[in-house]
């Protein structure tokens, strides 16, 4: 999986905080005006100061929904195989440990000032230089809501992390597809 693949999957690991620092810092009057006339340049370009770091975010919404496609489609040439699965621990709870360690403490930066947010803004970028240098772009709670699940597995005598859509069980044959070094997506093949 190319480096960039793995900016856009910890950007889509991120998709939680994005939506909150939008709920949050979202600036609009909310009058509602049938049959009123768009807003002149001027007020919309003040609309879009208020709202910047909103609209940044709802950029990194656009990227990372790009990236998650890109994943998708990665993820479909699933074909080596059939291995079968001889050890298996559910690691499901990787997801939470990444948005309780990572996305959850972010939420609390006050981001009412230029200073706060550039903060922020290097605090991402140190946590996504860690976040593709260690590989965990697995742990990605993001693809736990859209049905993704985590093992850690033993097959043909070696270990290896794999990510499924389905539930894989002791005995389970599997079809892969390499991702990184020990990290494969799985799909149930025929048992063996």
């Known amino acids: 999986m190319s480096r960039l693949v793995k900016v856009g999957m910890y950007l889509l690991s991120l998709w939680l905080l994005f939506m909150l620092v939008i709920v949050n810092k979202a600036d609009v009057d909310v009058t509602i005006c049938l049959g009123c006339a768009f807003l002149p340049r001027p007020a919309l370009a003040t609309l879009a100061l208020k ?15 790009i990236f998650y496609a890109l994943f998708v ?3 479909s040439g699933a074909k080596d195989g059939p291995i ?14 990444f948005l309780a360690t ?3 403490p972010l939420v609390g930066f006050s981001l009412d000032s230029l200073r706060q947010m550039i903060n922020l803004g290097i605090t991402l970028l140190l946590l996504g230089a860690i976040y593709i240098k260690t590989d965990l772009f ?3 709670p993001t693809l736990s809501l859209l049905g993704f699940k985590i093992f850690n597995v033993k097959a043909q005598g070696n270990t290896a ?5 389905e539930e894989i069980e002791v005995g389970d044959s599997v079809n892969v597809l390499r991702l990184d070094k020990k990290i494969f997506f799985a799909r ?3 048992r063996i």
């Open 138 to 140: 697995y742990a990605n």
């Open 51 to 65: 709202n910047l770091l909103p609209l940044v975010c709802v950029a990194l919404l656009a990227a990372s929904s």
């Open 84 to 97: 079968k699965i001889e050890e298996l621990e559910d690691k499901n709870a990787e997801h939470l440990v």
């Open 73 to 75: 489609k990665i993820i």
């Open 161 to 165: 992390i794999l990510i499924s859509r």
């Open 188 to 190: 149930k093949a025929t």
């Open 102 to 104: 990572y996305v959850i």
